[in-house]
C-alpha cells in the first residue's frame, strides 16, 4: 500500500516536468536512427537484430542515468526527503516504490521500441525468439542500471553529479565486458586474471547469450542479484542519514 | 506526551545535541528558543525520527523513537525548517498525496483534505501548484501537511520564520488554538511570539539546555526578579516608600509625570508581581494609569544566557 502511494506519485513525478518526454523522445529516436541509417535495415537480418540489441544498452547507460537521477537528489534538495522519512512508512517501501516507477517508465520506452522489430518483420522474415530474448535482455540490464542510478542519486542532492556518476559507472561497468579492455586490466595486474574476473560482473557479458536466444538461469539470476545488491545500497544510502 | 532522556547527538566533532532532557505534557505549548545552530532543529529531528540520537532516548505518547520509529511517526506532525513542498504538484494533490502516505483511510481522504484546507486558509489557491506559492502560503500548506491526520503531537521548526505581521498572528493563533488539546514543541527566535503563545520555554545553547521553565521563573532565575513597571495617581515619594516595603520589591525607582508617579521595579519572589502591586494600589486607593510587566524581560534572559557563553 505504501509502496503503492509512492510509487504513484513518483511514475506521476515523470511526467509533471518535460525531462522525461525529452529523454524518451531522444532515446527513441536514436535507437530507430540507429537502426534504420547504421545498420542498413534493408537487409533486416537477425544479424542486424543483434547489433540494434547491442547497442541498446549502451544508450541505456545515459537514459537510465537520466530517469534515475532525480529519484533521490531531488528529496534531499528540497527539504522533502524530512518529509517522506518521518511518515510511517519503512525506507525500503519507499526505496521500491520509486524503484518501480522508474522502472514503469523504462518499460514503456523499451515497449515503444516495438516498432523497430515490426517494422522488419514487414519487410524480412526476423527470429522472434531471439528478439524477444534480446529485450528481456534489454529490460534486465536497464533494471539493474537504474538500480545502479537510483543508489549513486540517493548519495548527492545534485542531479547532475548523480547523472555523471551514473552514465560513466554504467560504461565502465559495461565496459569491463570487452573482451580488449579485459586483457588490458589482465596485464595491468600482471597476469593476474582480475580483467577476467571482473568481466563476469559486466552486463555485457550475460547479454550475449541473451542475444544469441538462449535464456540462461545464470544471467537472469545475475541481473536479479546485481539490481538487488544495488537497492540494498540505495536502502542503506537513506538510512545513514541518521547517524 | 514526549520525555526526553539525555539525549545527544554529534556530527563529527561537533555536539550539536549534548545530553538533553525534558518533557512536555498534554495541553502544554512548548517553546524552543535559541540561537541558529543551537541544536532546536537537530533536537526536532531526532524527536520526528528523522535522526538516530547518538546517546540516550525519548518516548513520543509513550512509544520509543528508536526502537518503535513506525508508532512514533504515526501521531505526530512535523513541519520541519524547510517547508517540505513538491514544487510541480497542485496543493490539493500535495495534501492528498500526504493524506495517503498518512494512511489515512479513502473514505476519510477528501473530507480530511477539505477540512484542513479550510482551517489553514487555503481555500484561494488549492489548484496553484506549490512552487508558486507565496512564502505565507507555504507555509501554510506545511502547517497543513502538518494537521491533516490530527496528531496528539506537533513538532513545529519555526513555522511563522519568513511571515508577514499578519500571517505570523493567523499561524500563532492557529497553534494557541490547536495547543491545548495536544502537545505541541515549537522553535523560533522570536522572543514576543515565544512569551505570547508557550506555557513553557526551554532555552537551547550550544546543544545544552540552559534554561526550562515559564518565562516568570525564567526571568527570576536568570535576572533575579521579574521587571514591573506602571504609573498611579499620588505623590512620588509615598509611592516609593510603600512599594520599596513590597514584599519581594528590589530596584524601585520612581519618578513623578504629571502629577503622577511613574515607577519601576524588580519583583523578586514568585507569584504574580501584579497581584501583589493591586493589593497594594487596592490598599492605599491609588487610581491605576497603567500597569505591566515588562515585555523585555524575556529578551533579557535570552541574552543573558546565551552571551555568557
Known amino acids: 500500500m505504501n509502496i503503492w502511494t509512492i510509487f504513484k506519485r513518483e511514475f506521476k513525478n515523470y511526467f509533471y516536468s518535460p525531462i522525461a518526454y525529452i529523454f ?18 534493408f537487409v533486416a537480418d537477425d544479424a542486424n537484430m543483434k547489433l540494434y540489441f547491442q547497442a541498446m544498452p549502451w544508450f541505456f547507460t545515459v537514459f537510465t542515468a537520466a530517469m534515475s537521477m532525480r529519484l533521490w537528489s531531488e528529496e534531499k534538495k528540497l527539504g522533502t526527503l524530512e518529509l517522506l522519512m518521518t511518515v510511517p512508512m519503512r525506507s525500503h517501501e519507499i526505496v521500491i516504490g520509486k524503484y518501480l516507477a522508474g522502472l514503469s517508465v523504462l518499460g514503456i520506452t523499451l515497449l515503444l521500441t516495438v516498432t523497430v522489430p515490426i517494422t522488419v518483420a514487414v519487410v524480412g522474415d526476423p527470429d522472434w525468439g531471439k528478439i524477444i530474448t534480446g529485450y528481456v535482455g534489454a529490460f534486465l540490464a536497464g533494471a539493474l542500471l537504474l538500480a545502479i542510478g537510483a543508489f549513486i542519486s540517493a548519495t548527492t542532492e545534485n542531479q547532475i553529479v548523480a547523472l555523471m556518476v551514473t552514465s560513466v559507472t554504467g560504461v565502465m561497468l559495461m565496459a569491463l565486458g570487452i573482451q580488449y579492455v579485459g586483457a588490458e586490466v589482465n596485464n595491468f595486474f600482471g597476469g593476474w586474471n582480475v580483467g577476467d574476473f571482473l568481466a563476469y560482473f559486466s552486463p555485457l ?8 536466444g538462449v535464456l540462461d538461469l545464470r544471467d537472469i539470476i545475475y541481473f536479479l542479484s546485481m539490481t538487488v545488491l544495488a537497492l540494498l545500497l540505495n536502502h542503506i544510502a537513506v538510512e545513514r542519514r541518521k547517524y | 506526551m514526549i520525555d526526553v532522556k539525555t539525549i545527544s547527538k554529534r556530527f563529527g566533532a561537533t555536539i550539536a545535541v549534548d545530553n538533553v532532557t525534558f518533557g512536555v505534557e498534554k495541553g502544554e505549548i512548548l517553546g524552543f528558543l535559541g ?81 484542513i484546507i479550510d482551517r489553514v486558509g487555503l481555500r484561494a489557491v ?23 491526520h490530527d496528531p496528539p503531537v506537533l513538532v513545529l521548526d519555526e513555522p511563522t520564520s519568513g511571515l508577514d505581521p499578519q500571517q505570523i498572528i493567523e499561524i500563532r493563533d492557529l497553534i494557541r488554538d490547536i ?42 532565575k536568570v535576572l533575579g526578579g521579574i521587571r514591573f513597571r506602571g504609573r498611579v495617581q499620588g505623590n512620588a515619594d509615598e509611592v ?70
Open chain 2, 35 to 115: 540561537p541558529n545552530g543551537a541544536g532546536k532543529s537537530t533536537t526536532m529531528k531526532i524527536l520526528t525520527t528523522y535522526l538516530v540520537p547518538d546517546e540516550g532516548t525519548a518516548t513520543v505518547e509513550g512509544f520509543d523513537i528508536v526502537a518503535q520509529p513506525q508508532h512514533v511517526r504515526a501521531c505526530v506532525g512535523y513541519l520541519p525548517e524547510s517547508v517540505p513542498l513538491y514544487n510541480e504538484m497542485r496543493v490539493e494533490e500535495y495534501l492528498t498525496f500526504i493524506a495517503q502516505a498518512r494512511q489515512i483511510p479513502i473514505a476519510e481522504r477528501a473530507r480530511r483534505v477539505e477540512a
Open chain 2, 240 to 309: 516609593r516608600d510603600s512599594l520599596a516595603r513590597l514584599d519581594g520589591a528590589r530596584d524601585v525607582q520612581v519618578e513623578p509625570r504629571d502629577g503622577t508617579a511613574a515607577f519601576h521595579m524588580v519583583f523578586t519572589k514568585a507569584g504574580d508581581p501584579g497581584l501583589a502591586f493591586g493589593k497594594l494600589a487596592h490598599e492605599k486607593g491609588w487610581p491605576v494609569l497603567e500597569a505591566s510587566t515588562e515585555l523585555s524581560s524575556l529578551e533579557d534572559v535570552y541574552l543573558a544566557i546565551t552571551r555568557t557563553r
Open chain 1, 205 to 212: 557479458n550475460h547479454l550475449d547469450t541473451l542475444e544469441r
Open chain 1, 24 to 41: 524518451m523522445i531522444v532515446f527513441l529516436g536514436f535507437m530507430s536512427f540507429v537502426f534504420f541509417f547504421f545498420l542498413h535495415f
Open chain 2, 126 to 148: 488549492t489548484k496553484k501548484n506549490c512552487g508558486n506559492l507565496s512564502k505565507g502560503y507555504r507555509q501554510r500548506v506545511g502547517v497543513a501537511q502538518a494537521l491533516i
Open chain 2, 179 to 220: 495547543g491545548s488539546q495536544k502537545v505541541v514543541v515549537f522553535s523560533t527566535h522570536i522572543l514576543q511570539e515565544i512569551e505570547a503563545i508557550c506555557k513553557r520555554i526551554i532555552i537551547i545553547n550550544q546543544g545544552r539546555i540552559a534554561a526550562n521553565g515559564t518565562p516568570a521563573e525564567l526571568a527570576r
